[in-house]
């Protein structure tokens, strides 16, 4: 009796499609086996990397911006910060929404943000309203100082994690 040929195999006698069996439900159970590690060992970086997106300013810098005149939004996609003037208080977003990263939008008419890929909602001060998201936009540390704001990008409060920090990361202007 030789082994390691296949069925078939000129010089395979008796047992060989057996061994091929037998070789082929291990192989496809070591397959199996692999292919539900890498599943498992996937979500715990897919979840991290959620966490990264939500949090994504590149290098924690501080941005400094004038204090907003009025109401409203500004936009800043190169530092992923959103300034809000809303009711007298100075309010810095991450640009991404906490769910996926996807960067949210402010639609004026609605005076809320909104996140075009899973449908989340945000009133201007960064409180959910509706969506996937599963909390509120992260805020960042801000201060004014001469007319200025400051955004520190490295100090990032999650409504969650940090329900007073996220609370008290505003600024009262004139």
């Known amino acids: 009796m030789s082994h390691?040929?296949?069925?078939?195999?000129?010089?395979?006698?008796?047992?060989?499609?057996?061994?091929?069996?037998?070789?082929?439900?291990?192989?496809?159970?070591?397959?199996?086996?692999?292919?539900?590690?890498?599943?498992?060992?996937?979500?715990?970086?897919?979840?991290?990397?959620?966490?990264?997106?939500?949090?994504?300013?590149?290098?924690?810098?501080?941005?400094?911006?004038?204090?907003?005149?009025?109401?409203?939004?500004?936009?800043?996609?190169a530092n992923k910060v959103i300034l809000v003037r809303y009711h007298g208080l100075v309010h810095a977003f991450s640009l991404e929404c906490p769910h996926r990263g996807t960067m949210v939008e402010w639609q004026p008419e609605n005076a809320r943000f909104?996140?075009?890929?899973?449908?989340?909602?945000?009133?201007?001060?960064?409180?959910?309203?509706?969506?996937?998201?599963?909390?509120s936009l992260d805020r960042f540390k801000v201060s004014v100082a001469g007319g200025k704001v400051t955004v520190d990008t490295g100090v990032v409060f999650d409504a969650d994690a940090d329900a007073a920090g996220w609370a008290a990361a505003g600024v009262r202007v004139g």
């Open 4 to 77: 390691g040929h296949d069925e078939g195999d000129e010089g395979c006698t008796g047992s060989c499609g057996a061994d091929a069996g037998r070789r082929g439900f291990l192989r496809d159970g070591l397959m199996a086996v692999a292919a539900i590690t890498l599943v498992a060992g996937a979500s715990a970086p897919l979840e991290a990397m959620s966490r990264r997106y939500a949090r994504g300013i590149a290098g924690g810098a501080a941005v400094t911006y004038d204090v907003p005149a009025q109401d409203g939004a500004t936009i800043d996609r």
């Open 114 to 135: 909104y996140c075009p890929k899973h449908k989340s909602t945000f009133q201007p001060e960064g409180t959910r309203i509706q969506g996937k998201s599963p909390r």
